[in-house]
């Protein structure tokens, strides 16, 4: 059939991925010696630091008989179940001991485990890894180890400042995602006298190149119809400022602002609670303006500001979605929400194969949309 210029209709699977690290919890929420409640991909974690600082993630389900173990003890080492007192270390999950065992019973009690998950604290997050395929929770034997260590937001220098937001959406992690990288809507949603307005919209041409997992949006001087580029550009002193922004399986967004000895580095992430909610955790680092009042406070509220935009406009929308309508994705303003479905896939079927990921673009893009 001929390519006739009709959307693409496109259906959400609001599947989570396994076999990535996911951010958890604001590291300054977890102290020691206390348990916090969190939950990932629909499981339920009980996330603590140790006396010396050190964080752990465990499932919040007791391996005997599921007791949550966020009610249970713990005295900064071993986490003691608040039903029948069984402990555990909080690092590995393994059983330390089963206070019913008369002496002449001798059950293994360290072959007996908690689901416990590799843990790490990066740039203000705890973040956790999400095995593949996921624990059983409980078990016979210690924790699948992660590959790699979390992601980390590039810096280029070694003084300065970190930030973050967080807002939770009543949405799947699919439109978490495809809302994050959509060009589209900004005029729209992102409306306000000091940045931009409807009648602002002009046409743009962005590049875009696959890389590992994902596409880069290459570097370029970003749009001047905005002041606060206009303003930066005076600051740094800098012919030119540059743009990255790219996004990598499963759900990180990064985007990189130089500018002269001047830079802004974020590494946002949708991460999936459960199948219909996802939390947006934005985590900015930069060395700009660093010494000028206000200034920071500035950034981080117009940050707060958008991301309450971006929120709100996706309640509205999960009020849409409650009865499962099919998804119009047209050229080329949502071809970046289209990789990012085919990405999704590419890698499914890549852990089914066990072949490669077979990247949904062939080379550099050039896309056209007026916003
Ligand atoms: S349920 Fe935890 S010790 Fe029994
Ligand atoms: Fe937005």
Redesign the pocket.
Known sequence: MPDLDLPQRQSTDALMLTGFWYRAVPADRVHRNQLYKATLLEIPLVIGRDRIGQPFALRDA??????P?NC?RFDGENLE??????QFDVHDGQCEL?PSLTPDQNLKVDRIYAGSYACEEQDNFIWVFIPDPPSPGAGFGPRPEAPDAAPQIEKFTNKYKLAYLQAEMPVSIDHGIIGLMDPAHGPFVHQAWWWRSQHSIHEKKKNFEPIPNGFRMSAHTPSSNSAPYKLLRLYADADSITTTIDFVLPNIRTETIRAGKYWFSSLTTVTPITRSHCRIDVVAAWNLFRWVPFVPDLLKFVFAKFVEQDRRTMELQAEGLKHNPHLMLIDDADRPAKWYFQLKAAHLESKRTGEPLKHPMSGRVTLKWRS
Do not use: S
């Open positions: 007791c391996p005997h008989r599921g007791m173990l249970g179940c608040g039903y029948h007192g069984w089963i």
